[in-house]
Each structure stands twice: as structure tokens, then as C-alpha cells.
């Protein structure tokens, strides 16, 4: 029994009153008397989010998650004196050589990358206390151009060039291979296999698995930059963080379907969902999960942002008309996913404080209003969520990417 099956358990012992949901509801039911007619989809997912609350679960998981942002929140993380005028300098100068005119098409913005060489890749075998795994290696290849405002800056993070990613692959007959994309401030083999449970997804489902490390994440973080900086008033940074983590993962895309891959899914978690979602309308897959989910980072900042320092960034330039067109080109409401709405999942905190309840509900309307699992809790925790484990189960499940046993 995993850690969030115990930790489940216990709660459920100690609070009866929590009671268990079942996997194959795509919403909670109905508190309140319907109303005649049909409700409109908007009133309909906010119910939903309603009853999702519970006072044990929404108590904690906004805990956790106000602990989690005091920790992004530190001062060191703040822009110093001029920072946000040079910022907007960058985003203006982005905006000239990006848009300038030119209509939103991320598809012609993100040009597919060339397949990763065989002489170029490296392989070790590595260990975790729930499996042996591989550890692969190779060099990224993705350059800022030089008259990007952030090209000296962006292309001179050194560990960055290298991209990584751990992989579990079973030998034998074909088997469906999940891209597990992690969330902000991870990046290493025991925090991504705890989040998306990969233990279960590899033995006992029977996937293969590929774990990409985004940028500026892991060992791909260069040791000036504190944690989880991929996300931070450089809003450039998370402009080409989110175009980098594209190109790097549909070369891994590629290296899965030369080992023979047939069916490949996106499963991500908070900021990897946005790169999933984003993935998804570049790139042919037969499955998207958005855990957590974020769709707009320019919308993340002024949430997050201290009354002062929005007002300051508005000021310079850093959050407006620019901004927006500028990110809609890395954005996942710009682009259609490609797999069908019936292979598309998304699952969310009803009380989340660090994505917010409000990025998941857009995503869901973008997507056509995909199948959803509002849980109690907030960002962090859907770890222990007894919700959220079978949910991703039975809709692997259901796109045909595993056989639960019963």
C-alpha cells in the first residue's frame, strides 16, 4: 500500500464523514435541486467545485499550499531596483521580433525538431527504492536567436544545454508509453515518481514511462538560480522555458516512436500541464491528462503579484497588451489538441491557491469541456487526494493505455 493509500485510509478512519467518490464520476453530484432547462456549463463546473469542498480537506490543502507559496515568496525572489524596467524592455523587444503583426500560430513558431542521434544520446542504468530505471541523457539543441532580448542571458545557463529525462521501460511485447511532464520546483527521480505514482503506472498498469526534466529544473538548474525560478517576474525565462520543454520533449517523442512506440499519451502536473496541453495541440498523441492544471502564465503573475509590484510591472510595460499576444504563441489556448475529447482528462483542486480553481475551469471550457475531477484540496495535495489516483487510473484506462486489475 502506497503512502497517499495510507494516508487516505487514515483520514477516512478518523473522519467518517469523508466520504469516498467514485472513480467513474466525472463530477460530484448535485447539492441543489436542478433548475428547469439546462444549466449553463459555467454555473454547472462551479457546482461541482462547491461540492467538492470538505472542511478537513480544504483546511489542509490550503495550508499546504499557502506554506508552498511562502516559500516562492521569499525576498530574494523579488525584483530588485530597475528589474521591472529592464523586463519590459524585453518584452517589448520580444514582441517586435515575434509578432509585430503577425497572427497567433504556434505551430509555425515552434518548428519540430530534428530527431535526437544515436551518437549523441546516453543511456545509464539508475536505481530507485520502487524500481530500476534509466537515466537518459542527451544534448537539448534549442537556441534563443541572437537578437532575442534574452539570448545571452537564456542561452548562457550552461547545465541547461543538456536535456534529461528518466525512463522505465518494460522488454517484451509493445507496450503504451505515458510522457510524464513534473511540476514547478521538481525534477528529480523521487519527488516525480511520488507525484505520478510511478510504480503503479509501470508495474501495474504496464506502462512505459518517459519523465522529461523541464528547464532550469534538476540537474538542469544552474546553481546562481534558486528553486522553481522557471516561474519568476523574468517573464522571458518562462517564455523560453516552455518553448524549450516543447522542443526537447517531441524529440523524446521521437526517440520513443524509433523504439517502436505506437500509442503515446501526455500526462502533466501544474506548470508540466501546461506544456502537455500545449504539446497536445503539436504533436499526434493518443491521450492528455492536465493534473493541477496551469493555462495562462501572464494571468498566474497578476494573481500571485503584491499590489505594489503589479501596479510597477503595469507600469513598465510587463503585463499588458505585449505580454499577452507575446505568450500567446507558447500558450495551450492557442492550439487544439489533436486527440479526440474523449482522451482528454483534466483534474483539479477545488481550493487550489498556487494554479487556482479559475486556470482549470479555462482549460476545460478550451478543450470542449473534457471529462473533469474536482478533489478536496488544494495544489499540493492532490498527492494524498483518494480522488485523484483512481480517476487517473480508470481514464488510462478508458483511452485504452492500461488494463486495471480488478
Known amino acids: 500500500m502506497g503512502p497517499a493509500r495510507v494516508w487516505s485510509s487514515l483520514l477516512q478512519s478518523l473522519f467518517p464523514w469523508r466520504a469516498p467518490v467514485s472513480p467513474e464520476a466525472a463530477r460530484p453530484a448535485k447539492r441543489k435541486p436542478a433548475r428547469r432547462g439546462q444549466q449553463p456549463a459555467g454555473e454547472s463546473i462551479r457546482l461541482a467545485r462547491s461540492n467538492a469542498y470538505t472542511g478537513v480537506a480544504r483546511f489542509a490543502g490550503r495550508s499546504i499550499d499557502r506554506l508552498f507559496l511562502a516559500g516562492m515568496s521569499r525576498p530574494h525572489r523579488y525584483p530588485g531596483a530597475g528589474d521591472l524596467a529592464r523586463v519590459g524592455e524585453e518584452i517589448a523587444a520580444a514582441h517586435r521580433l515575434y509578432r509585430a503583426g503577425r497572427p497567433v500560430a504556434p505551430s509555425a513558431f515552434h518548428a519540430t525538431p530534428p530527431a535526437i542521434d544515436i551518437d549523441e544520446i546516453s543511456i545509464e542504468p539508475a536505481w530507485h527504492p520502487s524500481?530500476?530505471?534509466?537515466?537518459?541523457?542527451?544534448?537539448?539543441g534549442y537556441q534563443v536567436p541572437s537578437e532575442d532580448p534574452a539570448a545571452d542571458r537564456w542561452n548562457n545557463?550552461?547545465?541547461?544545454?543538456?536535456?534529461?529525462?528518466?525512463?522505465?521501460?518494460?522488454?517484451?511485447?509493445?507496450?503504451?508509453?505515458?510522457?510524464?511532464?513534473?511540476?514547478?520546483?521538481?525534477?528529480?527521480?523521487y519527488a516525480d515518481f511520488a507525484g505520478f505514482r510511478a510504480e503503479k503506472l509501470h508495474h501495474e498498469l504496464g506502462l512505459n514511462l518517459v519523465m522529461p526534466v523541464l528547464p532550469l529544473h534538476g540537474p538542469r538548474k544552474p546553481a546562481a538560480l534558486p528553486i522553481a525560478s522557471l516561474l519568476s517576474f523574468d517573464l522571458l525565462d518562462a517564455f523560453h522555458g516552455v518553448s524549450q520543454a516543447v522542443w526537447d520533449t517531441r524529440r523524446l517523442i521521437q526517440w520513443a516512436r524509433?523504439?517502436?512506440?505506437?500509442?503515446?499519451?501526455?500526462?502533466?502536473?501544474?506548470?508540466?500541464?501546461?506544456?502537455?496541453?500545449?504539446?497536445?495541440g503539436l504533436d499526434n498523441v493518443d491521450t492528455v491528462i492536465a493534473g493541477i492544471p496551469v493555462c495562462d502564465i501572464p494571468d498566474l503573475f497578476v494573481h500571485h503579484a503584491p499590489v505594489d509590484q503589479r501596479q510597477e510591472a503595469e507600469d513598465n510595460g510587463v503585463l499588458g497588451v505585449h505580454t499577452r499576444e507575446l505568450f500567446e504563441l507558447v500558450s495551450p489556448l492557442s492550439v487544439t489538441p489533436h486527440t479526440t475529447l474523449e482522451n482528454r482528462f483534466i483534474f483539479a483542486g477545488s481550493d487550489d491557491k498556487v494554479s487556482t480553481p479559475e486556470q482549470a475551469e479555462r482549460l476545460w471550457e478550451h478543450w470542449g469541456q473534457p471529462g473533469i475531477r474536482w478533489f478536496a484540496g488544494g495544489h499540493v495535495s492532490f498527492f494524498w487526494s483518494s480522488e485523484v489516483a483512481p480517476f487517473v487510473d480508470h481514464r488510462l484506462h478508458k483511452s485504452g493505455f492500461a488494463v486495471l486489475d480488478r
Open 157 to 189: 545557463y550552461d547545465r541547461n544545454h543538456v536535456a534529461h529525462a528518466w525512463v522505465a521501460r518494460h522488454s517484451g511485447p509493445e507496450r503504451p508509453w505515458l510522457i510524464c511532464l513534473h511540476g514547478l520546483g521538481t525534477g528529480g527521480p
Open 258 to 280: 524509433a523504439q517502436g512506440a505506437t500509442k503515446i499519451g501526455l500526462y502533466g502536473l501544474s506548470i508540466g500541464s501546461y506544456v502537455s496541453a500545449l504539446l497536445a
Open 131 to 140: 524500481m530500476r530505471f534509466e537515466w537518459l541523457s542527451f544534448e537539448s
